[in-house]
Each structure stands twice: as structure tokens, then as C-alpha cells.
């Protein structure tokens, strides 16, 4: 018998009220053994005890009922007890002692096989059409948990339901990846001819140095169609669940986001604030190379992070502001050199942005195919 029940169920405005709950849940179960006790969101009565942020009396006569409960088994009651959160660090650590719970699992987000795995789960009650592929979704949707992978295929069957289809289409799975990914698309919002031009300039760097560098994943689609808050965007094909990342990888993904900034400059000779998100982006990664992953010559294999509570010295945090600065310059000439050096495919690009909106498939892979490859152009 499995007894399952959430950890806000617990918590009450009434003294005592939760811990006799607990009491009665743990009789059921032993009399119900062998049992599974499984208590989700646990954090919510199992914070952890004498911080005045989660002070509460009630909530701590529950949690020290659990404990007691949970260290009070008789030798062969067959009561196995389980619980979930997405706050671990905020736990008691009674609870985590050895005797209670005793066993951590931690759940990453699935790789590709978990994916198509997940995929095939949620998709048993939805008619799919006989063109769709999960091993291409699953590689598509790198990066998503299982919810967004449920989240995705209900999106998708709503979208054929309004189009009165019998089952779901290609179109309306690439649709609903846009939506859960970008966002819903602002067709009512009208956009001026300079603004226009300007994003697709944007897309097209990112494209062009996209495409230019080896060390990322071939470029999927470019869109100039506005969703949520971004103007356009740019995707590249999924990373397979790739999990570790090279420095030369880490450097190519910097470029690739000051690919936009770059390709304003060339094209126009000024910056804009739309680049601002793709700048923040990059500044997080040359960041993280200095300061957590020792990618850094003149700091060596040190790392600057405030959970390891060690002193830093100025100097050290100022060594780290020039290294960081320094990565960033040197991918920002790389980028700025890969779109001075194919400007012709550049601006190709922003002209069939201008005309057909978005690019993907055939005529993608025709226009950058017309691009030679880093390799090419450099010989």
C-alpha cells in the first residue's frame, strides 16, 4: 500500500492539529505494512528549526512528531518512508541523519534517451501523426525537464484541436516548441521598417557566426517574428545532452551571442539596447570561466565563489575583472572579423529575413551552404 500526501497538508494555524495527523497517517500505515509513506514537498513543514525566518510553533510540533515517528519503528513493520522537494538546503538535518532519511537521490534533467522516454509517456493518449519522429524531438529539446516535455506535447495537441485536426502535425509540435521556448507570438504588434531591418541584422550575426564556427551546433531556424520579449531569435540544433564543455566550446558560445552586437556595428556603425540580453549573456559565461572553472592563464585553477565563505583579495577580484574583460575582447574582434569577412552572406541573410520573416529547412541550408565554413575561409 503506498499512503501519499503533501507537506503543506500539515500545516495548520492550530497547535497541535498537524502533529495528529502525522500520528494517525503513521498508524494507518503500520497497520496497512508493508507500506510506502510518501510526502511531497516536505519542505514545507521540514524547514530547518531555530532560524527566526521559518519560526513557527505549529510547524515545528509537526515536524518534530515526524521525526519522532519516523525513529519510533518497531523492528519488522515494513514501513518504508519517502519524500520530495526542490529545497534541500532548506531542510532540518534531523531529517536527513542516518535512520530518517537516510538516502539522497538528486533527479538532473533527463539526457536524450530520457527525454524520448518522457516523450513516449505523455504522448500515449495523443494522436500523433505518422511524420513526427521522438528521436529528433528528444534531440530537439535539449535541456527541458519532464514537465516541459508534457507542457510541450498539451500545447501542441491544443493547437491541432483549433485547427480541427484529428492529430498532431509537425507544425503544430514546432509551434508549441516556439511558444514554450520564445514565447506567444505578437502579431499585433507593429513593428517599424528601420526597427525591423535592425532585428534582422541581429539574428543574422548570431546565424553567421553560428554557422562560422565549427565548435557549435548547425543553426536550425531565424526568425524576426517577435515572441515574449524578444524581437527575434536565433536556434541552433539541440547539443545531443552534451554534459561537459570545453573552453574553446565556452568561447564559441560568447561569440556567438556578441555575434549581434558585431553584425550592428558592420552593418550600421552604432550599437543598439537590443543586444543588451545577448551582452548579459555573454558576460555570465566569460565569467563563470574565470571565476568557477579555472579557465583563466594569468589566474591559474583558482576559484572565486562566494559559497566557499573564503577571503578574496582585492587584487585576486581585480585579477578576475581583467580576465574577464580580456575573454570578451577577444571574442567580441573574433565575431566582429567572422562578419567583416563574410559581409555578402550577412547581409543575404537580412534580406531573406526582411522577405519571408523566418528561415528554416531548404532555404536556410541554401543560403548559409553559399557561406564557406571557417575552415574554408581561412585557407
Not at 521598417?193 to 562560422?212: Q, T
Amino acid at each position: 500500500m503506498v499512503l501519499q500526501a503533501g507537506g503543506s497538508q500539515f500545516v495548520e494555524m492550530y497547535v497541535g492539529v498537524g502533529a495528529k495527523r502525522v500520528r494517525e497517517m503513521f498508524e494507518q500505515a503500520k497497520k496497512s505494512a508493508p507500506c510506502v509513506v510518501f510526502i511531497d514537498e516536505i519542505d514545507a513543514v521540514g524547514r530547518r528549526r531555530g532560524g527566526s525566518q521559518y519560526s513557527n510553533e505549529e510547524r515545528e510540533q509537526t515536524l518534530n512528531q515526524i521525526l519522532v515517528e519516523m525513529d519510533g519503528f518497531e523492528e519488522g513493520t515494513c514501513v518504508v518512508v519517502m519524500a520530495a522537494t526542490n529545497r534541500p538546503d532548506v531542510l532540518d538535518q534531523a531529517l536527513l541523519r542516518p535512520g530518517r532519511f537516510d538516502r539522497q537521490i538528486s533527479t538532473s534533467l533527463p539526457d536524450v534517451k530520457g527525454r524520448r522516454d518522457i516523450l513516449e509517456i505523455h504522448a500515449r493518449h495523443k494522436p500523433l501523426s505518422d511524420g513526427i519522429d521522438m528521436d529528433d524531438l528528444a534531440r530537439e529539446t535539449s535541456g527541458m525537464s519532464g514537465a516541459d516535455l508534457e507542457n510541450l506535447l498539451n500545447e501542441a495537441a491544443l493547437l491541432a484541436a483549433k485547427e480541427n485536426r484529428t492529430s498532431i502535425e509537425k507544425e503544430d509540435l514546432d509551434e508549441a516548441m516556439e511558444r514554450v521556448t520564445v514565447g506567444l507570438a505578437h502579431k499585433n504588434r507593429p513593428m517599424q521598417p528601420e526597427e525591423r531591418r535592425m532585428v534582422a541584422i541581429h539574428e543574422a550575426g548570431h546565424a553567421l557566426v553560428a554557422h562560422l564556427l565549427p565548435e557549435l551546433e548547425p543553426v536550425r531556424k531565424i526568425s524576426i517574428v517577435a515572441r515574449g520579449a524578444a524581437g527575434g531569435y536565433t536556434k541552433l540544433m539541440g547539443d545531443a545532452g552534451r554534459h561537459l564543455l570545453t573552453e574553446t566550446h565556452l568561447r564559441a558560445r560568447i561569440a556567438f551571442a556578441l555575434g549581434e552586437m558585431a553584425a550592428e556595428e558592420v552593418a550600421n556603425g552604432v550599437r543598439s539596447t537590443g543586444a543588451a540580453s545577448d551582452f548579459r549573456r555573454a558576460n555570465e559565461v566569460a565569467k563563470a570561466m574565470v571565476y568557477q572553472y579555472g579557465m583563466s592563464v594569468e589566474l591559474g585553477p583558482v576559484v572565486i565563489d562566494a559559497e566557499f565563505q573564503q577571503p578574496v583579495s582585492p587584487d585576486l577580484l581585480d585579477r578576475a575583472e581583467r580576465e574577464t574583460r580580456r575573454i570578451l575582447g577577444e571574442e567580441t574582434l573574433r565575431a566582429r572579423h567572422l562578419i567583416e569577412s563574410h559581409r555578402q552572406g550577412l547581409d543575404r541573410l537580412v534580406a531573406a529575413l526582411l522577405e519571408a520573416d523566418s528561415l528554416e529547412g531548404e532555404l536556410l541550408g541554401q543560403l548559409l551552404g553559399a557561406i564557406p565554413p571557417l575552415r574554408q575561409a581561412a585557407a
